[in-house]
C-alpha cells in the first residue's frame, strides 16, 4: 500500500497536554506525525489496518470532538462512516 494520509488541525485554543495525548495515541498506532503549520499535522500510514486504527481513532472517539480532518490522500477517507470499526 502508498502511503495514505490525514492531515489534521487543533483549535488554537486547545490545551497542550490534551493535542500531545493526541499525537501520542496516533503514534502509538503506528502512524508517523509531521508538523505541517502552527496547529496542523499530517499523520501517515503504510499499513491498511493501521489507517483503520488511525482513521477509527481521529473520527469516532472523543478525540474527535477537539480534532478536525481538514484533507485526506492516499487510501485514506474523508468521511467517518468509512471507519465504522477499529481493525
Known amino acids: ?3 495514505s494520509t490525514f492531515t489534521i488541525e487543533f ?7 490534551r493535542r500531545e495525548y493526541c499525537l501520542f495515541h496516533l503514534r502509538d498506532l ?7 503549520g502552527e496547529n496542523s499535522f499530517v499523520v501517515s500510514s503504510h ?3 493501521e ?3 488511525i482513521g477509527h481513532f481521529l473520527f469516532h472517539t472523543h478525540v474527535a470532538s477537539y480534532t478536525k480532518v ?18
Not at 11 to 17: D, F, T
Not at 30 to 36: F, I, L, T
Not at 70 to 87: F, T
Open 1 to 3: 500500500m502508498d502511503t
Open 30 to 36: 503506528g502512524a508517523a506525525v509531521e508538523q505541517s
Open 47 to 49: 499499513r491498511l489496518k
Open 70 to 87: 481538514v484533507a485526506v490522500s492516499g487510501a485514506a477517507e474523508l468521511r467517518a462512516s468509512a471507519y465504522q470499526v477499529a481493525a
Open 51 to 53: 489507517l483503520a486504527r
Open 11 to 17: 483549535p488554537i485554543h486547545l490545551a497542550e497536554n
